[in-house]
């Protein structure tokens, strides 16, 4: 039986409102570093992607809806560079893997993230993107610790209190170590994979 005819007009190259969804997220992030968000306006992100006000009301809202969806874009791609910490079976090696690429992604996006937390409180959408994603790092160092002998369980000996209070203590000081330099956010890494191994029982 011959094979069936490709699909017409199957794309192969990116749809024109995907281009533009990741031209005004790509504006809004600039603008994040040029102007701060509060000073940021919808025709600003309009302008720098190179569309008109009406056009980008098509894709979202309001200036809140262009932030919340660059959030989303962003913690989508911690979660996925930080993966590795739930998949790979040695805890040292996912301790470390997970430390090194969210240290990449802070670099890259350290800016978003910062204004994710300070919206957090008074953004509902950006506080429950924000939450979910903690509560999946929690789950994975939950997972690295039970794998390194920590007990299961919830008491502030084991190992899911305990990853709850490393997932916090370890965004705290990616927020402020990001502000200075790209070597403070280094150092900073280093003192909480030193933190999180001792916690593990793998140094002491």
Same mark, same amino acid.
């Given at each position: 039986?011959?094979?069936?005819? /490709?699909?017409?007009?199957?794309?192969?190259? #990116?749809? $024109?409102? !995907?281009?533009?969804?990741? *031209?005004?997220? !790509?504006? =809004?992030?600039?603008?994040?570093?040029? $102007?701060?968000?509060?000073?940021?306006?919808?025709g !600003?992100?309009?302008?720098?992607?190179?569309?008109?006000?009406?056009? %980008?009301?098509?894709y979202?809202?309001? $200036?809140? &809806?262009?932030?919340?969806?660059?959030?989303?874009?962003?913690?989508?791609?911690?979660?996925?560079?930080?993966?590795?910490? *739930?998949?790979?079976?040695? /805890?040292?090696q996912?301790?470390?893997?997970?430390?090194?690429?969210?240290? &990449?992604?802070?670099n #890259?996006?350290?800016?978003?993230?910062?204004?994710?937390?300070?919206?957090? %409180?008074?953004?509902? #959408? +950006?506080? #429950?993107?924000?939450?979910?994603?903690?509560?999946?790092? +929690?789950?994975?160092?939950?997972?690295? %610790?039970?794998?390194?002998?920590?007990?299961?369980?919830?008491? /502030?000996?084991?190992?899911? *209190?305990?990853?709850?209070?490393? =997932?916090?203590?370890?965004?705290?000081?990616?927020?402020?170590?990001?502000?200075?330099?790209?070597?403070?956010?280094?150092?900073?890494?280093?003192?909480?994979?030193?933190?999180? %191994?001792?916690?593990?029982?793998? +140094?002491?």
């Amino acid at each position: 039986m011959p094979g069936r005819p /490709p699909a017409r007009g199957r794309r192969t190259t #990116e749809r $024109k409102g !995907d281009v533009r969804e990741r *031209a005004i997220l !790509d504006t =809004c992030e600039a603008l994040l570093a040029g $102007k701060g968000y509060d000073a940021m306006t919808v025709g !600003d992100v309009a302008q720098g992607a190179g569309i008109t006000r009406g056009a %980008l009301y098509f894709y979202f809202g309001s $200036k809140q &809806e262009v932030v919340t969806a660059l959030v989303a874009r962003t913690v989508e791609h911690l979660w996925e560079r930080s993966r590795a910490t *739930a998949q790979t079976d040695e /805890p040292r090696q996912a301790i470390a893997t997970a430390m090194q690429r969210t240290v &990449e992604l802070w670099n #890259e996006h350290g800016l978003v993230m910062r204004t994710a937390i300070d919206l957090s %409180l008074t953004v509902p #959408e +950006i506080g #429950e993107l924000w939450n979910h994603t903690a509560d999946l790092f +929690i789950a994975a160092i939950t997972a690295v %610790l039970e794998r390194a002998g920590i007990q299961a369980g919830t008491r /502030p000996d084991q190992a899911s *209190a305990m990853a709850r209070a490393l =997932c916090w203590m370890i965004e705290r000081t990616f927020y402020h170590a990001s502000q200075e330099s790209r070597e403070n956010l280094q150092e900073a890494s280093e003192t909480c994979e030193h933190i999180w %191994l001792i916690s593990a029982g793998l +140094i002491t």
